[in-house]
């Protein structure tokens, strides 16, 4: 199997979808010569030309809104969104158009579209460029959301997201861009909705999402080592959720943690929380943790940022408070 | 108002007196189907939040008369004169308006939501300047695959104040996308006068098209001649890949905001006086000459449609309440 980086996984699917598809175009700012501000998307201008690469103007409401009127006479856009932080310009169209033309025509149209974007801290960018906020876009009926955490799965998920019929809300964390993965020679599409079990183990589950995956699993190496066994499971699509395998692994392991970047309070974790203590209610031994972000707009000076933010220490703690209450 | 050289943009085309006989039976149509919608919300038979464009029929008949089938439309909150005039049947807006699974948008819509794919009306939005990203993107799709239609998007002077009003602009400008952007200026932002909401003098708002370099086209909206000849220009200009058209036609709202509201903030005798001087109807009827008896008769045949239309929303049926859930994701 070959080995691509997450950053060449999202290209990969991307360059396959534009070479097969004449529906298929991308758009965002500063997404053709430069290659986008993460280098995603170089190259795709030179093979596929400025008609179906676009840079377009500092305009995120107009981006995300011209890919829905694309979308909805028979495109497949896909637009990019330089920082999860500029969706907040975009929301009007998201929530209150994208999330809703199909209901509200009684099912007359629909809205192929993918929205990529990415966020995250670890670099220092202060409080407007590393915001985590997938969470805000699972409370909106009509989106889907996905948040990938490997190489294999970027790829997979990206295409299940570009043919998908709904608008996508698509999340790639800024510091897995280097990672390296292995892939599949050919491209598979994984399908929405379905969760991946890192990690088997038998006396603690965690849900972790984006970054937090990768952090999960290193703390479950070093709770191994105190006879801890870890069960790490990436829902990878927020939206719709694979409840089932996630109360599954709970009814197994009867602990649960849950691992997000973006700040605790209100985040995804809370929903998860949610689901399993309704679907595992008999089975759990110990309150459900929570592992997020301090409550604060994230600060400038780097001890402050590595503070506010969970890594690896912070799940571990969590998994030993769970496994502390007998 | 239309120029010379816009006439002769669009071909020199006259408006004949039959075409204007025509346009003048859908404005009384759309005149009488609103007037029936404030008496049966009155009456408490339409639930929901109502907007009616008395006064503004010129700009919804006159807009879609220069438009074909393949092109399309967004729509605003005041939305029944556009569904009508781009050709959906009035039975199935009236329909909607009950909440009935035969309406344009099967009930899930309302009277602000009024969608008809299959005449080209991609729906009404409650949010102001919210339909205009999504026309350019239509605009976009167009003239990729080369297709030769054009997107249209209703708005008013309100929503050029609107952040989605100047990326739309701008980008369709950029892109010279075949899109035309229709701006039915009646001087109003709810209750809040131009006065109050527009940096310029309510009639000069066309200035707005100069700040992207874009075609500007004016008419007189009440004169659905002018607004006729005005939108063909706009749409040959778009089509020929000149690039979008800022269309201002200043209109006037003769009516409140929304069906109840007692204009408090309005004077009672400049209202009084725009009903007198600047009801498009009654302008092109005395230019038409139709007289009383040609008048009460074109009145009964359409105040007839209307009352059937009424009888067969009636007659409707009612969405399963569990149907909420179907249109969620396709």
């Known amino acids: ?326 | 108002m239309v120029t010379v050289e816009e006439r002769a943009e669009s071909g020199g085309r006259g408006v004949s007196p039959e075409m204007l006989r025509g346009f003048f039976r859908e404005m009384l149509l759309i005149r009488r189907f609103e007037e029936k919608v404030e008496d049966r919300f009155r009456a408490g038979e339409l639930p929901g939040f109502l907007h009616v464009a008395i006064g503004q029929e010129a700009t919804a008949t006159g807009v879609c008369a220069a438009l074909v089938r393949e092109d399309v439309i967004a729509s605003t909150h005041r939305a029944h004169g556009h569904a009508i005039a781009k050709g959906t049947p009035i039975e199935r807006i009236m329909a909607e308006l009950y909440g009935k699974s035969e309406g344009c948008s099967k009930g899930y819509g309302g009277s602000m939501h009024l969608y008809d794919v299959e005449v080209g009306n991609l729906g009404a939005n409650a949010v102001v300047g919210g339909g205009l990203p999504g026309i350019v993107g239509a605009a976009l799709a167009f003239q990729m695959r080369g297709e030769k239609r054009v997107a249209v998007a209703f708005f008013g002077d309100g929503a050029t104040n609107t952040g989605a009003f100047h990326e739309s602009l701008n980008l369709a400008q950029l892109w010279k996308v075949p899109a035309v952007f229709v701006l039915e200026n009646n001087g109003w932002a709810e209750s809040t006068p131009a006065s109050q909401q527009l940096p310029l003098p309510v009639d000069e708002l066309g200035k707005r098209a100069a700040a992207f370099g874009m075609k500007l086209i004016e008419a007189d909206g009440q004169d659905v001649e002018a607004v006729y000849l005005a939108a063909l220009a706009a749409r040959e200009h778009a089509l020929a890949g000149k690039g979008p058209v800022l269309l201002h036609l200043r209109t006037h709202r003769l009516t409140g905001h929304f069906v109840g509201d007692p204009q408090v903030y309005r004077d009672k005798d400049e209202l009084k006086e725009e009903r007198d001087t600047k009801d498009p109807i009654r302008l092109l009827g005395a230019r038409l000459e139709i007289d009383d008896d040609e008048f009460a008769a074109i009145d009964a045949e359409v105040t007839a449609e209307v009352e059937a239309s009424v009888e067969f929303a009636k007659a409707g049926t009612d969405p399963k309440p569990e149907d909420a859930l179907k249109y969620v994701y396709a």
Request: net charge negative; charged share 25%.
């Open chain 1, 1 to 326: 199997m070959p080995e691509l980086t997450y950053r060449e996984a999202v290209r990969d699917a991307l360059g396959k979808a534009l070479r097969e598809d004449d529906s298929v175009f991308i758009m965002g700012e500063d997404i053709a010569e430069m290659g986008g501000s993460m280098a995603v998307t170089q190259g795709l201008l030179e093979e596929f030309g400025p008609g179906r690469v676009r840079n377009t103007p500092i305009s995120e409401m107009a981006i995300v809104g011209s890919g829905i009127g694309a979308a909805i006479q028979g495109m497949r856009p896909i637009v990019e969104i330089m920082y999860e932080d500029f969706l907040t310009i975009s929301m009007e169209q998201l929530v209150n158009q994208a999330a809703k033309h199909r209901t509200m025509s009684g099912g007359q149209v629909k809205v192929p579209l993918t929205i990529r974007t990415q966020g995250g801290a670890g670099w220092s960018p202060g409080a407007q460029h590393a915001q985590q906020l997938e969470a805000w876009f699972v409370h909106v009926p009509g989106l889907k959301v996905i948040f990938a955490s490997t190489p294999e799965d970027v790829r997979g998920l990206l295409w299940s997201a570009i043919y998908d019929d709904n608008p996508v809300v698509f999340f790639e964390h800024r510091t897995l861009y280097p990672i390296k993965g292995e892939v599949p020679d050919e491209l598979e599409p994984i399908p929405l909705g379905k969760a991946r079990i890192h990690r088997e183990g038998s006396d603690v589950t965690v849900v972790a999402t984006g970054r937090l995956v990768h952090e999960s699993l290193q703390a479950a190496e070093e709770a191994e080592k105190d006879g801890i066994s870890v069960e790490v499971v990436d829902p990878r699509t927020l939206l719709p959720l694979d409840e089932e395998a996630i109360v599954g692994s709970v009814r197994k392991t009867t602990r649960c943690v849950t691992a997000h970047e973006a700040v605790t309070r209100g985040g995804f974790g809370a929903e998860l929380a949610a689901v399993i203590q309704h679907g595992a209610f008999d089975w759990l031994d110990a309150p459900i943790e929570r592992v997020g972000a301090a409550f604060a707009p994230l600060a400038f000076a780097p001890g402050m940022e590595q503070w506010a933010v969970p890594h690896a220490d912070d799940v571990l703690a969590a998994i030993r408070r769970t496994v502390a209450r007998s």
